[in-house]
């Protein structure tokens, strides 16, 4: 749950800071960035529960990545006058993903990513 957290609060400032520094990615009122990246923090949880061990830490960030952009650049269109290149989509994948990376190592080592064994 911790996780989920972290990530209610990392993705949505990510999405408004990636608005910021990119031109090729706009939002024309203040609470798009924050509703695309609370999808993005829901999504990216789930993900999480279901993949994210130590074995697959870099699979797990490279996931992300990939669904990060293809959320952004997908989403951005649900928007009234927001526009999100794909490259612009990538830029802000990309920014995410190094959160990531972070926020994964992080669970890893406090084991709030360890799975229990299935037992049959």
């Not at 990510?14 to 993005?40: K, R």
């Not at 993949?51 to 997908?74: C, G, H, K, Q």
Request: charge should be negative; include cysteine.
């Amino acid at each position: 749950m911790a996780g989920l957290i972290v990530k209610l609060l990392v993705c949505p400032i990510g999405v408004i800071v990636a608005s910021w520094i990119f031109p090729n990615v706009y939002f024309e009122y203040w609470y798009q960035p924050i509703v695309l990246g609370v999808v993005l923090a829901f999504i990216g949880y789930f993900m999480e529960v279901l993949m994210l061990r130590e074995d697959t830490n870099w699979l797990s960030t490279f996931m992300d990545f990939i669904a990060s952009a293809v959320i952004v650049y997908f989403g951005a269109m649900l928007f009234f006058n927001a526009e999100v290149t794909f490259w612009g989509a990538v830029l802000t994948a990309a920014l995410l993903a190094v959160t990531e990376i972070f926020q994964h190592n992080w669970l890893i080592r406090s084991g709030r990513a360890r799975k229990e064994p299935v037992h049959e």
